[in-house]
């Protein structure tokens, strides 16, 4: 079953509460490094594999990750980071995109690249009659549904959508006023009368916005944007399963990745549980959930990142 299948059963299934037994994931993506990078994230011991390569171990209460990022490392560097201890790396200006999130529309049609995903919206008076998503140069319609309300209220469009925890708004402005659309924020408004299973809900019911400042900010992780967050410690917030890209991940500022799906997550280990495979490529950190989902962090220093840089609510 796949890995949304998977999450989905746990939700849906009789998830009450249940604990995951002991589950281990030894991945080795087939390194030529001669020496091996050993970052241990736990007072416990980690599975300390023989293989070549650089690894990464750990053991989160009964589950242990003991991944192979397969790099051709020269040397044995060993760097332990005990439980809930901050990272104490030092972080040699990582500023990888932190001047590229400005928000300004480039007209680029790319929808994979470091531009922000752009919409194009069909207006009669005050309602939407129709909106696609421009996707490699070509528009590509999406469905306005029977749970999707679409208004313009001034310059900015409303998008609710009806779900089963109570709405989902996401607002899109077009500042630069040449009819391409990109999303500026959104927020879950969790319904009082519906009762939910734990975890089930989104946790986070501020607004999330999808540009940084260089204060501390709460933004959207989505598939086609990739998210920056500037200076100040932000939370990137995690709301949907795809490939989601954050570009400027700074633990030493205090940047924390959140999840928040809203799809049963009950723990870190919950979460770590459902990863097939992690990368270390040219600095940036690719975590696979399957096929249909994973987190890159671009540009970031492996020693400087950690479990405890994650929290799980949903
Ligand atoms: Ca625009
Ligand atoms: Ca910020
Ligand atoms: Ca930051």
């Not at 604990?19 to 087939?30: P, R, W």
């Not at 967050?229 to 399963?241: N, P, Y």
Request: hydrophobic share 30%.
């Amino acid at each position: 079953m796949s890995i949304i299948g998977d999450i989905v059963e746990e939700v849906v299934g009789d998830s009450d509460g249940e604990t995951i037994g002991d589950i281990e994931i030894d991945i080795d993506l087939g390194g030529s490094g001669d020496g091996g990078d050993a970052v241990t994230d736990s007072g416990d011991e980690g599975d300390s594999e023989s293989g070549s390569g650089n690894s990464v171990g750990g053991t989160i209460g009964n589950i242990e990750v003991d991944i192979d990022l397969g790099s051709s490392g020269g040397e044995n560097n060993s760097v332990t980071d005990s439980g809930n201890e901050g990272n104490s790396g030092s972080n040699s200006g990582n500023g990888t995109g932190s001047d590229s999130n400005s928000n300004s529309n480039s007209n680029s049609n790319s929808s994979q690249g470091d531009s922000p995903k752009q919409y194009v919206f069909e207006v009669d008076g005050n309602r939407v009659t129709s909106m696609s998503e421009l996707f490699n140069g070509t528009l590509r319609p999406l469905v306005i549904g029977e749970n999707d309300t679409v208004v313009v209220e001034g310059d900015i469009i409303i998008h609710t959508t009806q779900t089963h925890f109570g709405d989902h708004i996401t607002w899109y402005a077009d500042s630069n006023k040449d009819g391409l659309h990109t999303r500026h924020s959104e927020l879950c408004v969790v319904s009082d009368e519906i009762s939910h299973k734990p975890h089930t809900i989104p946790a986070i019911i501020d607004i999330l916005l999808y540009s940084s400042t260089d204060k501390d900010d709460l933004l959207a992780v989505r598939e086609g944007d990739v998210s920056f967050g500037g200076l100040g410690a932000d939370r990137f917030v995690v709301r949907e399963v795809g490939h989601l890209k954050i570009g400027d991940f700074d633990s030493s500022q205090g940047d924390e990745l959140v999840f928040d799906l809203g799809l049963g997550l009950t723990s870190l280990e919950h979460l770590v549980s459902f990863v097939t495979g992690v990368t270390y490529n040219n600095q940036d950190l690719v975590v696979s959930f399957g096929t249909e989902a994973s987190v890159t962090l671009v540009g970031i220093d492996i020693n400087n990142i950690g479990l405890n840089d994650i929290a799980v609510f949903s």
